[in-house]
């Protein structure tokens, strides 16, 4: 068995997005914006219904996937791999915050590196610790079917250049999708790397990408 689409879906938006707080392993909750974009993107991509629907444990994430397997009625398992990056001493704070208390950090932060004062998770462990859980998840997916992996912006964006064979230092090339948006992958006919992109930062009103989803 294995899946014949990946669909990364960001969870709907909190109020710590909404203010610039990095989030981390923080269980924050859907904010009524955030509500409102599980029900949109539930909406679009409930059909075809997903053979299976598999979400990060914390709540925002766990939240926006119940809406999909409800609308869908798609079975909904969680997996706590999928969590977002731990942010450790940053976490809970607005990047101003950050910039103001360690600026020499956050300044090379910014450009990519992993300043010790941080206390971080590794951003290469993030990304294969998450697509080792989807890559799991694939293989318990009929041929053919439809996997919707719902998770967090950082996270989901390191799996997703890990899937795509990409090196840790090419990472940068992929940015976070906006919440309640989602990217599309498929099997690579070539094998290496075993899936490409077909669609990134899909928004639930972007009609010729989400009728991909069901002709593509």
Do not use: K
Request: proline content about 6%.
């Amino acid at each position: 068995m294995s899946a014949g689409r990946l669909v990364l879906l960001r969870h709907g938006r909190t109020a710590w997005n909404d203010t610039g707080r990095l989030q981390g392993r923080s269980d924050v909750p859907l904010d009524d914006v955030g509500q409102r974009q599980a029900v949109a993107a539930a909406a679009t991509l409930r059909d075809p219904a997903p053979a299976l629907v598999l979400s990060s444990d914390l709540r925002r994430a766990h939240d926006t996937a119940r809406v999909l397997a409800h609308a869908s009625g798609a079975p909904l398992r969680t997996d706590p791999r999928l969590r977002e990056r731990d942010f450790g001493a940053w976490e809970g704070l607005t990047g101003d915050r950050i910039a103001a208390t360690w600026p020499d950090a956050y300044a090379a932060w910014r450009r990519g590196d992993e300043p010790v004062e941080m206390a971080a998770e590794a951003r290469a462990a993030v990304g294969h610790r998450v697509a080792a859980a989807v890559t799991d998840a694939v293989g318990c997916v009929a041929d053919g079917g439809t996997l919707v992996v719902v998770g967090h912006g950082g996270a989901l964006s390191t799996a997703m250049a890990a899937l795509l064979g990409m090196t840790p230092g090419e990472w940068f090339g992929v940015y976070a999708m906006g919440n309640g948006r989602w990217s599309v992958l498929e099997p690579n006919p070539r094998r290496e790397p075993a899936w490409r992109l077909r669609r990134h930062d899909v928004a639930p009103d972007a009609g010729a990408a989400c009728s991909d989803l069901a002709t593509g």
